[in-house]
């Protein structure tokens, strides 16, 4: 028989990380765009893939708290001379803002961003208190004896 403790804390915080979903989704934004996101937990780190084709790496605004990973900047659509007439943009641009909640707490003082081809790839590294520790157990061999 399997003797199994209820965790009211554990199981409120997962509803509250699933209503802030929720809403995350329903919020209205003053942004003109939203980026698409990948999030990969990855063992001892989260790896946030975003979506930036056609911006500046010093364009791009990342900000990080212990629950949170804010990216936020803007596309400039490029410009079009006076003999050019345009006859079809589908690509989004101007400003853009994109919050991402974390499951865990993360160490947000080691975060590390690269940008290379359009997509921006953020390390967040788990905070020490959440991370899962192997620890080696020894087994003595009683028969032996």
Do not use: C
């Amino acid at each position: 028989m399997i003797v199994r403790y209820w965790q009211p804390f554990q199981e409120i915080e997962t509803i509250k990380q699933q209503l802030d979903n929720i809403f995350e989704d329903l919020t209205p934004t003053t942004t003109d765009w939203i980026p698409a996101v990948d999030l990969v937990d990855a063992g001892d780190d989260y790896v946030l893939e975003v979506v930036l084709p056609g911006i500046k790496a010093d364009d791009i605004n990342i900000e990080a708290s212990r629950k949170h990973i804010a990216i936020s900047g803007e596309r400039t659509a490029t410009e079009v001379g006076d003999d050019q007439q345009i006859l079809r943009r589908e690509r989004r641009y101007g400003s853009f803002q994109r919050v991402v909640n974390l499951p865990v707490a993360v160490d947000h003082e080691q975060v590390k961003a690269d940008y290379s081809n359009g997509i921006l790839t953020i390390h967040v590294p788990k905070a020490a208190e959440v991370r899962n520790q192997v620890v080696k157990v020894n087994v003595a061999d009683t028969a032996a004896e």
